[in-house]
């Protein structure tokens, strides 16, 4: 979850895992869209969490399932 207010972020992926259980994987990146600077950070981060392959592994996955036929 990307969000600039840290406080309301870590309430809210508490929340998250307490509904969908402690193994969920959510967390918090600290995003604000009003700084160029915070947004250079978050890119950087982003891609060094190797997130982003696993979600590109998941959108060609689902692109080739029998349920999107």
């Known amino acids: 979850m ?29 995003l604000d869209l009003g700084s160029l600077q915070s947004v250079r950070d978050f890119a950087a981060t982003f891609t060094a969490s190797r997130l982003m392959s696993f979600i590109f592994s998941f959108l060609q996955i689902y692109s080739f399932s029998p349920w999107n036929a």
């Open 2 to 30: 990307a969000c600039r207010d840290e406080t309301k972020a870590v309430q809210v992926v508490g929340e998250i895992k307490q509904s969908l259980g402690s193994a969920s994987k959510v967390s918090f990146m600290k």
